[in-house]
């Protein structure tokens, strides 16, 4: 059974980067032809899309966040992470990572953007 296990700061100022990470067991990052995803949702808004990362390192983004995003990965500890910088207010969500596309998700974790 694959499971994620997000963990982030909790709060962030505004103008800082945001850093949240997934811990994957169960199953291996590296999988031939799996993909990890971030999304996020903000209080009373529906879910985003952020970006994923395969399981050969490449990485897509959504548009709408331009360039803040970025994923990255450390395979020896099996792990994913997403940073977003330049945060504001509007930042402030739930971040869930998911696997193997959409089947996987893991708990999420609150992010508040506040000075």
């Known amino acids: 059974q694959v499971q994620l296990q997000e963990s982030g700061p909790g709060l962030v100022k505004p103008s800082q980067t945001l850093s949240v990470t997934c811990t994957v067991s169960g199953g291996s990052i590296t999988t031939t032809y799996s993909y990890w995803n971030w999304i996020r949702q903000p209080p009373g808004k529906g879910l985003e899309w952020i970006g994923y990362i395969t399981s050969v390192g490449n990485t897509y983004h959504s548009p709408s966040l331009k360039s803040r995003a970025s994923i990255s990965r450390d395979t020896s500890k099996n792990q994913f992470t997403l940073q977003l910088a330049t945060v504001t207010p509007e930042d402030t969500a739930i971040y869930y990572c998911?696997?193997?596309?959409?089947?996987?998700w893991g708990q999420g974790t609150q992010v508040t953007v506040s000075s």
């Open positions: 998911t696997g193997n596309g959409l089947i996987y």
